[in-house]
């Protein structure tokens, strides 16, 4: 299809249909029968997108309740239906070959979509069979645990295509021949019987059926059914629309527009690909239109969509699964995770600015003209009054639970509902929204006012969204499902309150409600088609987790990587980098992270702390999903950039070249959050995290402006340096103040529990171990090993071994280390190879903590100095803030 595409987008833009078919064959399966056979595709649809909302709802526990039958279910058989409906409608909707037919579905797919959905529902229907015998499956278990492997395989091809299949196959392969003499000593492991590995891999929860697809199954098919259910009731347009109404009119306006009316979208979308089609249809023509070649109005909106999955509150369903592998509350993944994504889309505007003034590109005509003081002002008194606004709301809510507990529930939502009549009877008085055609010979930006008016009752379902999730710290599932509620309610009210208010009789109010409940089912249905590639993906990438769990090659994984780095962390996380970016030119994001989540996040982690560097979990993960989504923009698979591509009509490659170059603050940033985890707001207040938003905005502005080689004027060699060298210092200035100061003061070990007992909170401890090797006897092995001591309060030893999982044995001047308590702990696992019970002993050689030093801060009054002389050099040229195009 890549290929195919790039042929066609080197020539001209895709139709429409066309456009909408490419999203199809990635998103939604490109077959699309007639008759029985799309009656039976969209009532399965349907039925999904109705059982994720029963098992989402109270309703199951007031129904059981009542009836006293068991219509409560598990989490083990809500997966197994979840994935049965995946299956069956991959089948159905993805023809096996580019060749197959597209308006039928062949027999042959009728039956492996019956038998698929049979393997997966084996497990709700054999449920209590399988919980009595654990462990010990019966020949007719794994006769079907083995066709619904090969068949889970099938529908993911299908779906994704092959690369996640062969993964997939990869790690099976090692689970059965890991003995071989063909595979290297360093993974070799004793392999596994079919029985172990299918009792593994589809019996239990240990692989297909485990966390990746129940965090499907629980959070994401919601948030994609939000989503898909936001887009048919009117809101992408609305984004779309207020995107151009804010930005249009500046400089590179459409590319801005493009920008933001993306970051809105992305929130609530998972899928890179329908991103770039939903706004690029729009966006790309005008910015073609201002200036910008087919390749950069592509890689413009690439860059912008993309990064969608970056933002909260969906990410590309990575934040759920976050939630599970790391073992925080979704809120702490997103407030971890809202800082680079805010950053990022800040300094893709600029970006933009900086293309269009270099280029000397018009702006679109405006219909009402402002001066920048006027518009700066009704930004600042909008903001306040949201502010003031989620202020009242608060504390209205709070009152009234105060007030009347009792009945506070039925009465806000009285009141919800209240609020949303009246906003439809004030959308009502202004036309509705149209598409403007993009390719038309003038174009009139709307007015802010216009556009608000028709679409503020869409902002209903995400405040309702992100009460729960932020306010009332519900689950991320529960959360979506009230979302999803209300959306329900607008589908179905909107357009028949509308005619109503408009005065229309009751005949065109007849056709409005018939209208709006044929979008109802229309988003039901498509909001469960969107999930199929999901659900395959999240229970194809269950084998690799169940390989890892099986085979412990995660183990293996940490030793290999340290002895290909050396120790050295940012060499483990190059390398992390590049397989992240490899497996992701041919995985969606979703099984992407799964699978390098899962094999290289716990590594990071594990070598740093053994090499005396503490990487947090969080910020691992956040590292290796960033680079996950990079994929989509990597030539030569770059899956964003080819939809671009067959938008703008540009080269494919060429497109996917410039949309990295463009995405280059997406790539710096994991390496900065990691060694700076300031931003990712762990142990920072509301006053720091604001000091560290404006200082990194700053600094991600100046790093747009050194890669774009444009600041005020066109950039010198010395100048770009220069803004490098600053956007570190802004960033990183630790990194210099190690060089000037050391960063730890070194102690005798025989001082280690003195010495423990009076450091504050969370001091990080780093303590060089020496002793002999139990592999090789006669030599000796060093080992720095970083700990992080937690609270204070415990004597000196009792923190050091709870910290540690280790024991000091002081004798007249040696320290003496004890083998650890837990071998599987992380001292542990990273002392294995030392002979604790050879002649000569293990020592603690020395220890360090945290030195009392200058602060790193002194560092920004030189990148003030620095960025001071490249302004004074810019504005000597002519150079303005603004820009200019002329200075040289």
């Known amino acids: 299809m890549a290929t195919d595409n790039g042929k066609t987008s080197a020539n001209a833009p895709l139709s429409g249909t066309e456009l909408q078919d490419l999203v199809a064959a990635s998103d939604t399966g490109a077959r699309n029968p007639v008759g029985f056979s799309a009656w039976v595709i969209s009532g399965v649809a349907l039925c999904w997108s109705l059982f994720q909302l029963y098992i989402a709802s109270p309703l199951p526990f007031m129904l059981s309740s009542v009836t006293g039958l068991p219509l409560v279910f598990n989490d083990t058989q809500t997966r197994s239906i979840h994935l049965a409906f995946g299956v069956f409608l991959a089948f159905m909707a993805y023809p096996a070959f580019s060749s197959s037919p597209r308006s039928r579905i062949p027999r042959l797919d009728w039956i492996l979509a019956i038998l698929a959905a049979f393997t997966a529902l084996y497990i709700f229907i054999f449920y209590r069979d399988l919980a009595r015998r654990p462990g010990l499956p019966i020949t007719q278990d ?23 299949a062969v993964v997939a196959l990869v790690f099976l392969a090692y689970v059965f021949f890991g003995s071989s003499p063909l595979v290297p000593d360093i993974i070799r492991w004793g392999g596994a019987s079919f029985g172990r590995a299918m009792d593994q891999m589809w019996l239990s929860t240990g692989g297909v059926f485990g966390v990746p697809l129940g965090v499907s199954t629980a959070f994401v098919f919601l948030f994609v059914l939000f989503g898909s259910m936001l887009d048919r009731a009117g809101a992408g347009n609305f984004f779309i629309k207020l995107a151009f109404a804010l930005l249009g009119h500046m400089r590179g306006g459409p590319a801005k527009a493009a920008v933001l009316s993306s970051m809105m979208t992305g929130m609530i979308s998972g899928s890179s690909i329908a991103n770039v089609v939903t706004t690029g249809t729009f966006t790309i023509p005008l910015m073609k239109r201002v200036g910008f070649t087919p390749e950069k109005a592509g890689s413009v909106e690439v860059a912008s969509s993309v990064n969608g999955q970056i933002m909260p509150p969906v990410m590309g369903a990575a934040a759920f699964l976050m939630v599970e592998y790391i073992g925080i509350p979704y809120i702490e993944v997103i407030k971890h995770a809202f800082l680079p994504a805010a950053i990022s889309y800040i300094a893709l505007l600029y970006l933009v600015h900086l293309e269009a003034v270099r280029g000397n590109m018009p702006v679109l005509p405006k219909r009402i003209e402002t001066t920048g003081l006027q518009s700066l002002l009704r930004t600042g008194i909008t903001i306040a009054s949201i502010v003031v606004l989620a202020g009242v709301i608060y504390y209205f809510i709070a009152f009234m639970r105060m007030l009347i507990p009792g009945l506070s529930g039925p009465l806000l939502i009285a009141l919800l509902l209240a609020v949303y009549v009246g906003l439809i009877w004030y959308a009502s008085r202004v036309p509705d929204l149209d598409l403007d055609d993009p390719n038309a010979p003038v174009v009139e930006l709307p007015l802010v006012k216009d556009v608000i008016k028709t679409g503020l009752h869409y902002l209903l379902p995400l405040f309702v969204l992100v009460w729960f999730l932020m306010v009332e710290r519900r689950s991320p599932g529960l959360s979506a499902f009230y979302a999803v509620l209300l959306l329900i309610v607008v589908v179905l009210t909107q357009k028949p309150l509308k005619s109503l208010f408009r005065g229309i009789r009751s005949a065109g109010q007849v056709a ?144 996917g070249f410039v949309a990295f170059f463009y995405s280059l603050r997406t790539v710096l940033l994991p390496f900065i959050f990691v060694f700076n985890t300031d931003l990712l707001l762990i142990n920072v207040g509301w006053l720091g995290g604001i000091w560290i938003f404006v200082l ?36 990183r200035p630790g990194f210099f103040l190690d060089l000037v100061q050391p960063p730890y003061e070194t102690i005798a070990p025989q001082q280690i529990y003195e010495t423990v007992e009076v450091q504050p909170d969370n001091v990080q401890l780093r303590v060089h171990i020496s002793g002999p090797s139990f592999n090789d006897p006669g030599s000796r092995i060093e080992r720095i090993m970083a700990f992080d001591l937690g609270a204070a309060g415990e004597t000196g030893q009792a923190r050091f071994e709870a910290a540690t999982d280790l024991a000091v044995r002081l004798e007249d001047d040696r320290a003496i280390l004890e083998e650890p308590f837990d071998m599987n702990s992380l001292a542990g696992r990273t002392l294995s190879n030392l002979d604790f019970y050879a002649d000569e002993p293990v020592m603690l050689t020395s220890v360090e903590v945290p030195a009392e030093r200058a602060p790193a801060e002194i560092f920004y009054i030189l990148a003030a100095l620095l960025l001071g002389l490249v302004i004074w050099s810019q504005r000597r040229r002519g150079g303005t803030l603004a820009g200019n195009p002329q200075a040289a």
């Open 142 to 164: 794994l006769v079907v645990a083995g066709i619904g492997m090969v068949l889970l395989l099938e529908a993911t091809r299908r779906a994704l295509g092959p690369p996640l």
């Open 512 to 655: 409005a409600f018939r209208d709006g409940f044929d979008d109802l089912i229309a988003g039901l249905i498509a909001g469960a088609r969107n999930m199929i590639g999901i659900a395959c993906a999240t229970a194809a990438a269950g084998i690799i987790v169940g390989t890892v769990t099986l085979t412990g090659i995660g183990q293996v994984m940490a030793e290999f990587v340290e002895f290909l780095s050396g120790g050295n962390i940012f060499l483990i996380l190059v390398f992390t980098a590049v397989i992240s970016l490899i497996l992701g030119m041919g995985l969606p994001t979703t099984a992407n992270y799964i699978v390098v989540s899962s094999l290289m996040a716990p590594v990071i982690v594990e070598v740093g702390a053994a090499n005396g560097v503490l990487i947090p979990l969080i910020a691992a993960h956040m590292f290796v999903f960033y680079f996950g989504i990079m994929a989509d923009v990597t030539p030569p698979v770059g899956l964003a950039s080819f939809a671009a591509a067959a938008v703008s009509g540009g080269d494919p490659i060429k497109t």
């Open 696 to 731: 990194a905005t700053a600094a991600m502005l100046i790093f747009a402006a050194a890669t774009q080689g444009f600041f005020m004027a066109r950039n010198r060699i010395w100048e770009t340096a220069a803004l490098l060298l600053v956007t570190v210092l802004l960033l």
